[in-house]
Each structure stands twice: as structure tokens, then as C-alpha cells.
């Protein structure tokens, strides 16, 4: 077996630093899918600041993550040397490097070699670049050959994924750029809260309206974006499908529809029509709740403008029947002749800061790099020559996410599991399950830049760097391809995931190439999508930092790039879009006698995700403690209920106490509770893990609870 050594991360070779350790450099927020433009300022003492950049997402905006991001790098809570267990429960220790790796790659040796290699799993992460999502899914194919890798983006994007891939024939999360949105004269937004989860964007929606530009907003809560929307729909959650088709109802009635454009670019309309045609406003009503007077006010909003967009966010998508209901607005759109065209379309505001282009590259457990189908020969073919292998030695499609973790259980599939950028203890469904069966694995790796809740089940923890302290790429929710720059090296001690991938290869002996720096990692990634439908092939780190960008699909060196896609055809093989006929159906859990309210889940300004990284900067943390529960006062006075009172939520999966606040902006029948908090406040205890059967997406967003005042 060939061993490397590693000497201590600041002196081995790495992406180079500028000129000046303490030169400013140009790089990109660690946080959301926007990944706003930013400048990191050091001060004598190599602490950095951050600095607003005017970059075409952010146009020199930021949000106080943003602002706080350079924190992070100075954390007293970083890890810094590797942690292992010499027993099963025991207390960590610290390591060496090459201790550990050995470790990690002896006992997953030993899982395979006893259960084969399917029974070890890979899980990873929408946060990880272009490249490192790229060699971890070469990784898990090639060095470990097994089938089971995916990663957190499936709690994301994939039900939009899905919907925009079946009508589309491409999924893109935008497939025009963001600063199109000012330019559309309607705007509906269903399920997504951007003036709390990437509050730079707003900027566009600002100018939209100074133009005289309407905005729809679709949520069961009057948050933040809704309270700036010409028209608010306050639906019942899990019924946006039967709003979107009622949307459409009215709009085919109406003659708001753009049958020339049916006509001529599109395929299957006549069989939405008839389904559309059994859901009559007063009809809808009854199920989303949302007045029948506003339902046709928003058919008309959006027929009548001369360029409008329909967007979609995790409300409708988190949700069992999540690619219906993304289908059903998608429908909306071809409809009314808003897709195809400048300044209209259907699109999806992504959420983490690289879910578009980590699943692009091979870290979803479908797909190969390029976003090509692995189970297709001729995509397997194509990247089995890239890499130098016979297509025949590729395993087929593997485990979704959710289905991944249920397989880690006692008697499950999965023995031993390897997790890079995720903290699936608090993100993922049903987390009490997910904690109790990642406890008893036969092994547990995770590499991280804290201790995070995860993290603290593992038997082996490698300390990771961090954003800032390597190069690589990342895909924003508008497909450009952006660069974030090194401005220090990682703590002594600190590998990047990279070299773990490249390191932990060769101790298992494979003999495929995991090149650790990362602009050749760029290229090989670019080598291996070329001909996909996500092309980075003609995209380069010198061609990103001179443009602001590049857009995908950029398949030559001398291509600009695809900032608008379907102005002529749509990515389909007769280049027409595609209706899908669509039934609402039931959420999978609804509210009864013994779990009377509905519950939703989403994210709140100043945290971000499982909160990992937030939790962790003091200003967030001070500014948003804990978790709470947002509930109507005349809900709460029923049940005895006062402002900062503990609630008590109990739903079939677990049970919380969290602080109530009471709020007039949110249903009587719903309650709301933010999901970055682990332990005791985690709003992943109560979700439920019914999967949508296309894109295997969870039911974050609707199960039904009980609540009840608890003792202090």
C-alpha cells in the first residue's frame, strides 16, 4: 500500500498566496447560492475584515452573514490536528496526520472487504467547490467503487432539479441571470423568503418594482418578502400544486394564455388543460385557503404583464409531491409564453453556495460529472475515458440521500460512512433517527472545520480548511462560475478536503489521478463535462477572474458563455418544452385530532443551514440565540400561550421546547420553527422523511404537530 506523508499545511506545496501575505484579495461570501462578490482586508496582524465588492450578483451589497464571514478564519473553536477514538465510544484524542489516515482507510478497507463496497457510503456537500465535489464523486467511484455517494443538495434543489430537467430538457437553478429579474414587469415568488436567506438580491426586486413592476408572493407566512409583495397568498401548506393549476385555471378561462407560443415551442398542453379545467377558482380556495378574488387578481398579475417570472423556493419543492408542484407553476409559465424569452421564464432561487454546480459533477448519486446520467452508456463511456477506465468498472446509480442515512441503520446496507461539508445530525429528516443510526455504524468519518453536531458521532474527525484558505470555484444560482481566491493558508496541522481525497486514494491503492491542487482539478473537471450538459470545458480560472464569471453551458475557450438559455430552443431533443400533467395530491401527513397544526420549517437572517458556521460568529449568534416558534396569538391565547413562554412541539418523530413568539403574520392553523439549532432545539426532530418518488426529496416543509405549553 503506498503511504503519503504530509508535512504541516502551511508549508507544503498549495494554491500560491498573492504576492503579499497581506495583500486584500477579491474573492466570494462563504455562504448562500448568491455568493456575493467580497474583498478580505488584512490588518498588521493578519486578521481580516471584510470589504463589500461590486460584483454583478451583489452590486457591492452584503448581509450581515457576509459582512461577519472573516470571523470565521480567527474561530477559537477551529479544529486543528485530527481526532480519533481508540474504542468505540470512548473520548477523542488528538492524532497525527498519517495516523489517522491509515485509520480511515484501514477500516474502510476492512468494510468493504467484509460487506463489499457498497456498504460503504459517501456523503457530501453543497458547500464544497466545483472541484472538490468533483473528486469526491471520482473518488467514490474509482478509489472506494462504491455506488452510494450523494450529498445535502438533495434537501435542496432536487425536486426544482427534476421538474426543470423533465420540461426544460436542462436544469439550471436561473436560466437567466438574476439582474433580468428588475426587468420583468411580474414577479411570482412561491415559497422562498430571499429578503432573510440572500437579502443582496432584494436589490432586484426593489428595482423591479420602482419600474412599476408587480410582485406575487406565495407563503403561508407574511415574512419579510411577502410584507413587499404587491399581492401576498397566504397559502395552506403542501397545496401549492393545486394554487399553481388554479393559477392556470384562470388564466386558460381568461384567454390570458399565449396559445401561439403553445403552439410553436411547446408539447402537451391539451392534457393540462383538462386538468386545469376541474380546478376552478372557488374550488382552490377550499384547499390552499387563499380567497378566490386573490387567486384571479395573480392569474392577472402575471397574463397580463408583458414579461414575467415564476419563482419557485424550497416551500413547494421540500415536499413529497415537490416535482409536481414545481411542474404545475413550470406549467403556469409555458402558458402564459413566459419561458424562452428575455426577462421571462420559470427558475429556482437556490439555497447553499454551491448547489447548482455540486450536483453538476458527480456527487449526486445519479450522476456523473458534466451532469451527465450515470446510468446511461454513452455518458459512462465518456467519462470512463477521461478518467482511464473500462465504463464496465463504474457502478450504476446508488442511494439518495435520505435513503443513503436510512441505510446506515442496525441491519442496514451501509456499515461505514464518509462525510465531507455536511451536518446531517441537524439538517437531514427525522434527525433523532439519523443521530441514533450514525451512532451505532461500524465506522464514522468526518472531515469539518468544527466540531460539529456530526462530527461528535464520528470515530475519526480531520480538520479541514476552510473557504478562504484555498482556491476553487463555485456555481452560483444563476449558473455562473466564479472564483474564490486563497488569502491565507490553513492553521498548521490543516488539510484541505482535497488532500484527504488524494491521500486517502492512494492508501487504498487506487491508481486514478485526484489532483489536490485545485486549477488542475478545474481543468480535469472541464476535460470530463465537456460534451455534457453542464459544459465547463471552455471555461478557465483566467477566463472567470477577467469576465466576472463565465455562464454554463461555455463548451470552447472562444464561446462567451450561456447567461439566458431557450431564447431559440429549448434543451429538449425536438427543442420544444414539455407540459406535465399534474394532480395535487394530499401532503403525507396532515393535521388530525391527536397533531391538530401544521408545522413548516425555513431559515432566518442571521443563521444559515444546520448553523455549523453561524452559530460560530458572535454577532449571529447574539442576534438569533436559539430556535423559537413563530405561532398566531389568537392560536396561542387557546392554548395558554404567552410571548416567550416554552412551547412544547410534538410531532410522531420527536418532540422540542422551544420559545414562542407570537406574531400576526403566519396562519392560525401553522406553526413555523427556523432548523439551525442541533440538541434540544432542532426542527429536524419533528420533520418527516416521506420522499417525493422523482427526486427523492424529504417532506421538510409540512407535518403535522402538536404544541402545548411546557414547564420552564
Known sequence: MTVQSFAPADTREADPLPASGLAPVDTHCPYCALQCGMTLVPDAEGRFSVAARDFPTNRGGLCRKGWTAASLLASPERLTAPLVRDRKGGAFREAGWDEALDRVASRLSEVRAR???????????????????????????????????????????????????????????????????????????????????????????????????????????????????????????????????????????????????????????????????????DRVERVTGVPERQIVEAAHILGEAATAMVLTGRGPEQQSQGVDNVSAFINLALALGKAGRPFCGWGTLTGQGNGQGGREHGQKADQLPGYRRIADPAHRAAVAAVWGVDPDALPGPGLSADELLDATAPGGSVKALMVLASNVVVSAPSAGRVKANLAGLDFLVVSDIFLSETAALADVVLPTAQWAEEEGTMTNLEGRVIRRRRAVAPPAGVMTDAEVIEALAARLGSSAAFPARAEPGFEELGRASRGGVADYSGISYARIVAEDGVFWPCPEPDHPGTPRLFLDRFATPDGRARFHAVEHRPSAEEPDADYPYWLTTGRVLAQYQSGSQTRRVPELASAEPGAYVEIHPQTARGLGLAEGDL??????????????????????DTLFVPFHWGDGQSANVLTNAALDPTSRMPEFKVCAVRVERAAA
Request: contains cysteine; aromatic residues 6%; positive net charge.
Open 647 to 668: 412551547a412544547r412541539l410534538t410531532t410522531r418523530r420527536g418532540t422540542i421546547a422551544v420559545k414562542a413568539r407570537l406574531v400576526p403574520t403566519i396562519r392560525l
Open 115 to 281: 460487506h463489499g463496497a457498497d456498504a460503504v457510503g459517501v456523503f457530501g456537500g453543497g458547500g464544497l467547490t466545483n472541484e472538490k465535489a468533483y473528486l469526491l464523486g471520482k473518488f467514490a467511484r474509482l478509489a472506494l467503487g462504491t455506488a452510494n455517494i450523494d450529498y445535502n443538495g438533495r434537501y435542496c434543489m432536487s425536486s426544482a432539479a427534476a421538474a426543470g430537467g423533465r420540461a426544460y430538457g436542462l436544469d439550471r437553478g436561473l436560466p437567466f441571470p438574476i439582474a433580468d429579474i428588475a426587468g420583468a414587469e411580474a414577479v411570482l415568488i412561491a415559497g422562498s423568503n430571499p429578503a432573510e436567506t440572500m437579502p443582496p438580491l432584494m436589490q432586484y426586486f426593489d428595482e423591479q418594482r420602482a419600474r412599476g413592476g408587480r410582485l406575487v408572493v406565495v407563503d403561508p407566512r407574511r415574512s419579510a418578502t411577502a410584507k413587499l409583495a404587491t399581492l401576498h397568498l397566504q397559502t395552506t401548506p403542501g397545496s401549492d400544486g393545486a394554487l399553481a393549476t388554479g393559477l392556470l385555471h384562470v388564466a386558460i378561462r381568461d384567454r390570458l394564455i399565449d396559445a401561439d407560443f403553445i403552439a410553436e415551442r411547446t408539447s402537451g398542453f391539451e392534457a393540462v388543460r383538462r386538468i386545469a379545467a376541474q380546478h376552478w377558482p
